[in-house]
């Protein structure tokens, strides 16, 4: 059945329903469905949200418990009160000297840190506001707001006895389980932002195509794996997500109605939006597109090109920057350093020819959407919504198209895994793969296809979820060279050792190099190299589907074992198998760890 579309349904006066409004919602089978969405997103997102938490067990194997770390806070403490550590995502890169001490006193610090490095970050700065007392987090790499939002549910809290008060950071360093609570409450926070964006999809839909298709779209966001993993952790993702799904929803009656409230409503939550995460700022164009879709029949009919009810879009405008600085006032406050950051983020944008970079996302995305990121079902669906809006276009689907293009320009400035930044654009694609699925006229053929997509999409994110719950990699591996390689050898990475990227073990009972700070020639005589997923080089589309990432780590060394926790969708008959980088969340979740032995050496594996 074709799902009514702006032209159609705000042309249709025997309902008794307004175009694209809630009228008839309130009725008890809306509100089980909505109830039931709603409670399955929240038990994928919090299935596995314990993943990767600092932990007495981290703290033995990695360094040999809190002993060991007594011994060291003298020194840690010293390098505290120097301010090791302030703003060092900022510090050039190219100079070795800039990351020495970092690297030194990093297998003692990542005992805080969980496996995305994002969440501490996030604490650095909360913990910076609330030690000087000041609403500027003096760090703009993400909006204000983001900052606001997470402190404001650790607040909460707080209060209500769910946390300790703070303690000093030596306190942590020999207690990381006390600390864990912290980043699990503000990880629920997410979790209950993404569910919350996955009801306001359910309303869009139901403005669109009533239950059907807001059942579908809802269900699909919930379960796409890259949605579930983004909102177990501690970023500005999913909390983006749902003010973008608030946009949506007050800026779609505006195809059929002119109605102030929807201009402000939406106003407002462009501008919060953009609080969160500055390129969210791209949802201005909901609002922007469906205003000129319902003034297009007038305009084109010679009628003038400005009037009065133009000025409702521009004071939604005006609204929108203002929201944005209410939430974000040291925006304001402190130009200089938000300036900077803001170059900062350019500075580390994708070189190339943007028309050839946004190509290439497109393939690289689109492959691993299809066996990873989305899973076969929802990809299929969603392609299928995507194709038949372009070719059967309504002026409701006209309207979304922008927002899913600027998105993906966002995206494709990034390194060639940054599709999460597209999670905005997964409601109108959802929505699309729901027009997709009910648009054959036979209602069982299309609701059996429906029932299919959503339930072998869940399997994926069920599979990514139930990794997350078992031991991490990292875990394992460091357990592994705990036990079989000798103590004093010499252990490689590329880059400084740090937990989200290496499996952590004692700078005391080996001696970590690696290349990016000490050189070739001490890399090159180390004993043993740790090498993860997080350290592949980036692989075009070709890259991805030929080659991946088989070829050997350096010429003179040999692979001695792999660590992978493979998820397996369609509930355990798929294993997702895979040969090049995923994305952040992914990584986090389930990294590929390999260690090699360096062949003109003569150290082997105890007991080998």
Known sequence: MELPDARTAA????????????????????????????????WIDLRGITTGL??????????????????????????MTAGLGNRSEFLEKSNADNFRQLAYFSPYFDQLRTFNPDEFFTFKVLKNMAEN????PGYYIYGPFYFYQVGASLAFCRITGIIDSVKAPSHYLTHPEEFARFFLCGRIFTALMATLAVAVTFLIGYRIGRLPLAAFAASLLAFIPLFSLAAKFIKADSITVFWTSLVILFAV????????????????????????????????????????LRRYPEIRNGQKWVVRDDLKLVAAGGISIIAFLVCCPPVILDWVTFSSDLQWT????????????????????????????????????IAGGLILCILKPGKVWIGMFPAILLFLFVASRGSDTSDAYMLPAYIPLCLMAGRFVFYPKNRMLASTAAVLIIIGTFSYSLAYANVARGENVRMTAAKWVNQNIREGSVLGSLLYPVGYRLPMVSPEKYHLVNFKIDGFKAF???????????????????????????????????????????????????PLNRNHRLNHYFEVVSPVISIYKNTNNTAKPEGK
């Not at 007392?133 to 500027?136: F, L, Q």
């Not at 505006?254 to 969160?276: D, K, P, T």
């Not at 020819?353 to 079902?377: H, K, Q, R």
Request: net charge negative; aromatic share 14%.
């Open 11 to 42: 042309a249709n006066k025997e309902t008794g329903i307004d175009a694209f409004s809630l009228k008839g919602f309130c009725s008890w089978r809306n509100f089980a469905v909505l109830l039931l969405v709603c409670a399955l997103s929240l």
């Open 54 to 79: 600092p932990s007495a067990e981290r703290l033995e194997v990695s360094l040999g418990g809190a002993a060991a770390m007594e011994k060291k806070l003298p020194e840690i403490r010293a390098a």
């Open 133 to 136: 007392r000041t609403i500027n």
């Open 253 to 292: 009656p505006v195809l059929a109605r002119s109605n102030w409230i929807y201009y402000i409503l939406s106003g407002i939550c462009i501008g919060l939006s953009a609080g969160c995460k500055y390129p969210a700022a791209i949802n201005a164009s909901y609002l922007v597109m469906f205003h000129l």
């Open 346 to 381: 350019q500075s580390v944008a994708r070189v190339g020819d943007i028309s050839g970079n946004i190509l290439e996302s497109i393939m690289c995305y689109s492959y691993d959407a299809l066996f990873y990121t989305v899973g076969i079902p929802g990809f299929i669906a």
């Open 524 to 574: 090159e005589k180390a004993d043993y190299y740790l090498n993860t997923s997080f350290d592949w080089d980036g692989q075009n589309w070709l890259g991805r589907v030929v080659y991946g990432e088989e070829t050997s780590f350096m010429p003179w060394t040999e692979k001695v074992i792999d660590f992978e926790n493979v998820p397996r969708a369609f509930f355990g008959l798929l």
